[in-house]
């Protein structure tokens, strides 16, 4: 990372450590790669392609994935793109979800479906270990801890090098840690506060997203926010946003992403695109360094 300055992220840290694994506080995930509703092949499979090989000459080094992109498109887009892999490219994973036949999402979170889960995500990624993986926890009559400790056995047979967690309380974060070392976690957050009508439609109820960050800041946990820009839609995040925007001769966008950088040490944000364009835009983000005056303005509602 000597490359890297921490003006290159205005006044915050340029990276962050997963366990023993260091990457830049700006990732890329890969959600949008697949085709509309995240299900089959993109429109225009060179453009995927083409942001995929950006993602890598830009020097970002951490990609977020999931078997059930797709399903298997994302990894497979991953796989033929990008191997042989960077020596310092960290590909991160998510289970416990599935598709439907109907094009939704599902809980997978027995311990045999993630076991299955593992199995996919190293096929298609065409890996022998996964570098993180996260349990994307939703309530589906399985306990937390039991998904936990399938995880927990994937990691001892060498199918796993780091643990995190998705979707979860900060009491399920604490009973984690009591079991397993957690390199990150992956909850819904952004500029507007957090969860908001999106993650109350899609996601498991928590208490408030700061509660989560807030221990993830104490314990020197990543914090990867899903959803960093409202699935594009920066209207949606604060008022504010297109003012401060102006000021900076940015986008409502980038100070989303600026905003984030600069909230936490810990905060290492995935924003996805299918357009090379917008990573381009994206990676710019983090060279916007926020005044007191714009983070004051952004913390009110």
């Not at 003006?7 to 023993?20: K, V």
Request: proline share 8%; glycine share 6%.
């Amino acid at each position: 990372m000597s490359d890297m300055t921490r003006e290159d992220f205005g006044s915050a840290p340029a990276t962050i450590r997963l366990g023993d694994l260091e990457v830049r506080r700006l990732g890329y995930g890969a959600m949008r790669l697949p085709g509309p509703e995240v299900w089959g092949e993109p429109a225009d499979p060179e453009r995927a392609r083409a942001v995929l090989r950006r993602v890598v000459e830009l020097g970002i080094n951490l990609i977020d994935t999931a078997w059930y992109y797709g399903p298997h498109v994302a990894n497979r887009l991953i796989a033929e793109v990008l191997r042989p892999y960077p020596k310092d490219l960290v590909l991160a994973c998510k289970l416990g979800g599935k598709r439907t036949p109907d094009k939704g999402w599902a809980p997978s979170i027995r311990p045999a479906e993630l076991r299955l889960g593992c199995e996919e995500d190293l096929r298609t990624l065409k890996l022998d270990r996964l570098d993180v993986v996260h349990l994307r926890f939703m309530d589906a009559g399985v306990p937390f801890l039991e998904a936990l400790d399938a995880l927990i056995d994937l990691k001892k047979e060498g199918k796993i090098r780091h643990l995190a967690l998705s979707n979860v309380s900060a009491p399920q974060v604490e009973a984690a840690l009591a079991r397993t070392p957690i390199v990150a976690v992956q909850n819904i957050f952004n500029v507007s506060g957090g969860a908001g009508a999106l993650a109350k439609a899609t996601h498991t109820e928590v208490e408030s997203p700061v509660a989560v960050l807030d221990l993830c800041t104490a314990r020197g946990i990543a914090f990867l926010p899903f959803f960093p820009l409202a699935v594009g839609n920066t209207r949606t995040l604060h008022p504010r946003l297109p003012a401060i925007a102006k000021q900076h001769g940015a986008t409502p966008a980038q100070i989303a992403l600026a905003w984030l950088l600069a909230r936490s040490p810990v905060i290492l944000p995935i924003p996805g695109t299918s357009s090379v364009a917008h990573l381009e835009e994206n990676w710019a983000a983090r060279r916007i360094a926020l005044s007191p005056s714009d983070l004051a303005a952004l913390a009110q509602a």
